[in-house]
């Protein structure tokens, strides 16, 4: 590893980010320990990572789950904004995941775009709906989507792109800073603690707390990723334990092990809640609100 360029050095030219300029944004952390890019806005040239994907002829898979109530709440408003903000430009095949493949809204796509609807078992729990993701997009990688896309971006259903969301974004892995989170001391963060469950992490464990509506990579790495976390949730399931955060928490197990090649900022999935924060220029994606008595039993 190690992608970032040595303290002073100005400019650093690098797959999918270009030209990264560090010092316009001297005021957040733009590179990890392990020296992946943490990707701010101005931190990269949204040109040169364009010409750079399209040269390499992607085509980049979005999978999203829509399961009971959330389908009718979140998903037209998510897919028209991602027709909208992502991968303009690049080939790109939506995957949808429900129960009910008939609901799903068929609007015109872009050129270069097209829909794949998947149809998925709908778990009694939420908690269930969520974790089983993991299990489900394992399968998806192996099969048509694996061989369709390079790269994918798994996201949660309930938000909405405001911004250009391009191939700067990509890598072979990829974790987002929790919006609510980044700014937290480590041993704070809402890791899970118990030492039973696989998610654990003990207090001087943690580099930062990724959030699970939106992680991706290549197929491989994701391929991975999934198969660890689907691994670890039946685990704990066979002790009678479940973590804290449901997949989340097995994320952030997962990119304390495997470290992300590339990291977004909160800017790459805000939560309009919080307020104005002065580094928080150009979101990406907006958390819908949460209307958890509407969509969850
Ligand atoms: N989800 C769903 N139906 C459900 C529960 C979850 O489709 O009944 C999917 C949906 O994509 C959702 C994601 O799983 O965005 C994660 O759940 P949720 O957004 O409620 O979790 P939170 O963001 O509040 O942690
Ligand atoms: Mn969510």
Redo the contacts with the bound molecule.
């Keep these: 590893m190690g992608t970032c360029p040595p303290a002073r050095m100005l400019l650093l030219r690098d797959n999918f980010t270009g030209l990264l300029r560090l010092w316009a944004r001297p005021e957040v952390l733009t590179c990890t320990s392990w020296g992946a890019p943490i990707i701010w806005d101005g931190t990269f040239d949204p040109d040169m990572a364009q010409q750079e994907a399209i040269q390499q002829n992607l085509t980049i898979g979005l999978t999203?789950?829509?399961?009971?109530?959330?389908?009718e709440k979140?998903l037209a408003r998510f897919l028209e904004t991602a027709e909208q903000h992502f991968m303009v430009g690049q080939r790109v095949v939506y995957y949808v995941f429900t129960e009910r493949p008939a609901a799903v809204p068929r609007r015109p796509l872009g050129p270069g775009r097209q829909l794949r609807v998947e149809r998925v078992l709908r778990e009694r729990r939420?908690q269930d709906?969520?974790m089983e993701?993991m299990r489900t997009l394992h399968a998806a990688l192996g099969g048509r989507l694996g061989r369709e896309a390079q790269f994918v971006f798994c996201m949660?259903?309930?938000q909405y792109f405001s911004g250009a969301f391009g191939p700067e974004a990509l890598a072979e892995s990829v974790a987002q800073l929790h919006a609510w989170h980044y700014h937290w001391p480590r041993r704070l963060l809402p890791y899970e603690r118990d030492a039973r469950s696989a998610a654990a992490l003990a207090v001087d464990e943690g580099d930062f707390y990724y959030h699970?509506?939106l992680f991706g990579g290549s197929v491989a790495a994701l391929r991975q990723l999934t198969a660890h976390c689907a691994r670890a949730q039946q685990q704990d399931r066979a002790r009678g334990i479940e973590a804290r955060?449901h997949d989340?928490s097995h994320l952030n197990k997962y990119f304390w092990l495997h470290k992300p090649a590339k990291v977004l900022s909160p800017e790459f999935c805000w939560s309009p809640e919080i307020g104005q924060r002065a580094e928080i220029r150009h979101p990406r994606l907006l958390w819908a609100p949460?209307e958890?008595a509407l969509?969850?039993d």
């Design positions: 999203v789950f829509a399961v009971g109530r959330y389908l979140y939420w709906v969520s993701r949660d259903v309930d699970a509506a955060w989340e949460k958890y969509v969850r």
